[in-house]
């Protein structure tokens, strides 16, 4: 060990040995290695980290390509709902990785850094969107006098601002009620709604 500790606990010297014969800088962090108290403890992941990964963005890519499809087609794909599952799919494991590897990390997760990040990162063009759909559906029926759009984006955006979309509007209802879906101004909040509720509850 090329390091020295003084009277206050400090590390001194460049460099230090760790369990297994690693070697690491005094200033750099080390994961930690998981031990018998860790296991009685909590799970602790030994997964490499994750890093970016192309492929993800791939099949993120082709999704959303799906997506604008059908909504500019209005033409019902076959299973197109697999699509929507995996973005679900891909969202959930990136999420529970960051969790995982922040925990094997530090010790621990701070759920008030992770619903920051989730917020800045989501609220500002969320709210951007349902205050430009707001004002255009308000400007629609003042020249039209569509009195039933202003209405549908009233509702839209006051479920779409709590997060409570697909509860108070579900969506494809009609497959097990029948009837045609009903065509609304923010329809696809639905899905970002769904995912905010594992943010907060599968979390």
């Given amino acids: 060990m090329d390091a020295r500790r ?39 992941s030994r997964a490499p980290k994750l890093g970016y990964a192309p492929p993800l963005d791939g099949m993120r890519g082709l999704g959303v390509m799906l ?11 076959a299973s197109f ?14 999420i529970t990785t960051l969790l995982l590897e922040e925990d094997r ?11 920051t990040r989730r917020a800045l990162r989501l609220l500002p063009m969320a709210y951007l969107v349902l205050a ?14 569509n009195r039933e759009l202003l209405d549908k984006a009233i509702s839209d955006v006051m479920a779409g601002g709590a997060y409570v979309y697909h509860i108070v509007h579900p ?3 009609e497959l097990a009620e029948g009837g045609d879906a009903v065509i609304r101004p923010l329809i696809q909040l639905w899905s970002l709604s769904v995912e ?8």
């Fill in 132 to 145: 430009g759909t707001l004002v255009a559906s308000l400007a629609v029926h003042l020249l039209t006098d």
């Fill in 171 to 173: 969506v494809h209802i």
């Fill in 105 to 115: 990390r530090s010790g621990t997760v701070s759920l008030r850094r992770f619903y």
């Fill in 6 to 44: 003084d009277d206050t606990g400090k590390v001194s010297g460049s460099l230090v040995e760790v369990a297994g014969g690693a070697r690491v800088g005094a200033g750099e962090v080390q994961p930690r290695d998981p031990g018998p108290a860790d296991a009685a403890d909590h799970f602790v």
């Fill in 67 to 77: 997506v604008i499809l059908v909504h500019a087609t209005f033409v019902p794909f």
């Fill in 81 to 94: 709902a697999l699509v929507v599952d995996m973005f679900f799919v891909i969202s959930g494991f990136l």
């Fill in 196 to 203: 905010e509720h594992f943010y907060v509850f599968g979390v």
